[in-house]
């Protein structure tokens, strides 16, 4: 895949601000609601949003620490990686989305939350919509960041932020389930 690096940073732009209406819409809603399930194996909406607090906690600070002043060198097209793009494809909303299963740090299944953590999930978007301003004058397919599963598997900045929008916008979907669907 190749795209202009703004065609991309705009569209994950748009992504994150329905992220962050989404889950401020969310945050009107009830907490019996928020926390209810179709079962205990399924996630309630704040186990959702709980679930990408953890990767924000893991991504934001990942993607930060790649993207220093003396690193700016921003080129206009950005070349997918080979792993990065699979990553992304495998997040991406689709009309029938496959179910995966998560590592168990990253499983919020059963934890007591209350709506602090849509406050978080909306400081991590604010913060990511910041980084995604930034990443303009980044050159998004040289610089590489760690990812979660292994240290020593690196993906390109650009799909790094792919997989991270994408797997927002996955989950809110599976959130949003009891009350818009």
Same mark, same amino acid.
Request: proline share 3%.
């Given at each position: 895949?190749?795209?202009?690096?703004?065609?991309?940073?705009?569209?994950? %732009?748009?992504?994150?601000?329905?992220?962050?209406?989404? #889950?401020?819409?969310?945050? *009107?809603?009830?907490?019996? *609601?928020?926390?209810?399930?179709?079962? !205990?194996?399924?996630?309630?909406?704040?186990? $959702?949003?709980?679930?990408?607090? &953890? =990767?924000?906690?893991? =991504?934001? !600070?990942?993607?930060?620490?790649?993207?220093? !002043? /003396?690193?700016?060198?921003?080129?206009?097209?950005?070349?997918?990686?080979?792993?990065?793009?699979?990553?992304?494809? #495998?997040? %991406?909303?689709?009309?029938?989305?496959?179910?995966? @299963?998560?590592?168990?740090?990253?499983? !919020?299944?059963? $934890?007591?939350?209350?709506? /602090?953590?849509?406050?978080?999930?909306?400081?991590?978007?604010?913060?990511?919509?910041?980084?995604?301003?930034?990443?303009?004058?980044?050159?998004?397919?040289?610089?590489?960041?760690?990812?979660?599963?292994?240290?020593?598997? @690196?993906?390109?900045?650009? /799909?790094?932020?792919?997989?991270?929008?994408?797997?927002?916008?996955?989950?809110?979907?599976? #959130?949003? &389930?009891?009350?818009?669907?």
């Amino acid at each position: 895949m190749r795209i202009s690096n703004l065609v991309l940073i705009e569209e994950l %732009k748009l992504l994150t601000l329905k992220a962050i209406e989404s #889950a401020t819409q969310l945050s *009107k809603e009830p907490l019996e *609601k928020l926390q209810k399930k179709e079962n !205990p194996t399924t996630w309630s909406a704040l186990e $959702c949003i709980e679930h990408l607090n &953890r =990767y924000g906690d893991f =991504y934001l !600070p990942e993607i930060k620490a790649v993207m220093l !002043p /003396d690193k700016q060198s921003a080129i206009e097209i950005f070349k997918a990686g080979l792993l990065g793009n699979y990553f992304a494809n #495998a997040m %991406k909303v689709k009309p029938k989305l496959n179910k995966m @299963k998560t590592f168990q740090n990253m499983n !919020p299944n059963q $934890c007591s939350l209350n709506k /602090d953590v849509l406050v978080v999930f909306l400081k991590q978007q604010a913060e990511m919509l910041d980084l995604l301003n930034q990443a303009k004058t980044y050159n998004l397919t040289k610089l590489k960041t760690k990812i979660s599963i292994s240290k020593f598997i @690196k993906l390109r900045l650009g /799909d790094t932020f792919r997989v991270v929008v994408y797997h927002n916008e996955r989950h809110l979907l599976q #959130a949003n &389930r009891y009350f818009f669907s």
